[in-house]
Each structure stands twice: as C-alpha cells, then as structure tokens.
C-alpha cells in the first residue's frame, strides 16, 4: 500500500516516489518467477487528476526459475513499465457503472500496487523461458543434457511392425553356434 496523502487531492499536483519493496508471493509463472520477499525497486510519478490518482512508473526485479527445455535454472532481471488510474472513493460507483470491475480504486487515501505490478510482471515474462536462445534441450530417449553432449546418439530404432523378423534373425544366428 502506497499513501497519497501528501499528494493531496488537488490536480496538476504530482510527487516522484523511488521505493525498494519485498516482492508478494507468487509473482511470475509457473517456470520463472520473481522470489518472494526479494527486492522490487519501484521508480513511480503519482499525478493528482480530477478522477483520482494516475500511477506512471516502472519496476525492476530479479527472476529465477528454469529452462523450459532443459531444464537448467534461471537467473535474470525483468524491468516493467506500467500506467494505471486510482479512482477516489467517491468516483468509485459512477466509473464502476461505466467500466465495470476493472476500475482500480483508492482505500481513502492508500493505493495498492500489487495487482498492478503483479499484472505488469506476469505479461512481460516470456512464455517458455529459455536458458539461451539456441538451447536444444533434452534427448527424448534419454533425458542427457544435449548442450552438454552435442554430438550425443542412439541407435536406429527397430520399426516394430518389422520387430518379429529381427527376433527371427537373432534365433537364426544363435542356432548356428
């Protein structure tokens, strides 16, 4: 929660704020994500409006988390810009009938940040992070690392509609011994 209050309820009044806050649980995706309780650093431009209080700002963060392919962690930084309007109190139900739930809004005079930067960090994470932009990932048969083994190889497999011939072929040599 972030206060206003020295913002006032004036337009045209504005405040910088730079701030270091614990990141919230949960923050990222199910592969990469921000580590709860680390620090967010928050640059904001809180802008008094005739409606309420627009919030302009970025946020930078460390990610963790691990390579969709192979599987190897993850350790990055993501940075963030984001825009949002806090609504006062007051304008509260006239601008929930003209947009509906997705009016963020002001409690008295705090406004809270983490549905905002929770929104902000979770669009801008890739979708299948990657450890490098070429990672080949894992051998399907196997599970070795093929960063580690590049040249890494098994044998043709035995097409199994032909299985009972090879069977056939190793009784054949096998009764000549």
Same mark, same amino acid.
């Given at each position: 929660?972030?206060?206003?209050?020295?913002?006032?309820?004036?337009? =045209?009044? &504005?405040? &910088?704020?730079?701030?270091?806050?614990?990141?919230?649980?949960?923050?990222?995706?199910?592969?990469?994500?921000?580590?709860?309780? /680390?620090?967010?650093?928050?640059?904001?431009?809180?802008?008094?409006?005739?409606?309420?209080?627009?919030?302009?700002? /970025?946020?930078?963060?460390?990610?963790?988390?691990?390579?969709?392919?192979?599987?190897?962690?993850?350790?990055?930084?993501?940075?963030?810009?984001?825009?949002?309007?806090?609504?006062?109190? &007051?304008?509260?139900?006239?601008?929930?009938?003209?947009? =509906?739930?997705?009016? /963020?809004?002001?409690? =008295?005079?705090?406004?809270?940040?983490?549905?905002?930067?929770?929104? $902000?960090?979770?669009?801008?994470?890739?979708?299948?992070?990657?450890?490098?932009?070429?990672?080949?990932?894992?051998?399907?048969?196997?599970?070795?690392?093929?960063?580690?083994?590049?040249?890494?190889?098994?044998?043709?497999?035995?097409?199994?509609?032909?299985? =009972?011939?090879?069977?056939? &072929?190793?009784? $054949?040599?096998?009764?000549?011994?």
């Amino acid at each position: 929660m972030l206060d206003t209050r020295e913002l006032g309820r004036r337009p =045209g009044s &504005q405040r &910088q704020v730079t701030l270091a806050a614990p990141a919230p649980a949960e923050l990222g995706i199910d592969v990469l994500h921000v580590p709860e309780g /680390s620090p967010v650093d928050l640059d904001l431009r809180l802008e008094a409006v005739m409606e309420g209080v627009l919030v302009t700002g /970025s946020a930078h963060a460390g990610l963790a988390g691990e390579c969709a392919r192979c599987l190897e962690p993850i350790d990055d930084d993501v940075d963030v810009t984001f825009q949002e309007l806090f609504v006062y109190d &007051q304008d509260a139900d006239v601008a929930e009938g003209e947009e =509906g739930d997705d009016v /963020s809004r002001l409690e =008295g005079d705090l406004l809270d940040l983490e549905p905002l930067l929770r929104d $902000a960090v979770v669009l801008a994470l890739p979708f299948q992070p990657l450890c490098v932009d070429d990672c080949p990932g894992l051998c399907a048969e196997c599970g070795v690392r093929l960063a580690d083994d590049p040249g890494h190889a098994h044998e043709a497999p035995i097409d199994p509609r032909w299985a =009972g011939l090879a069977a056939l &072929q190793h009784d $054949a040599e096998h009764d000549g011994d």
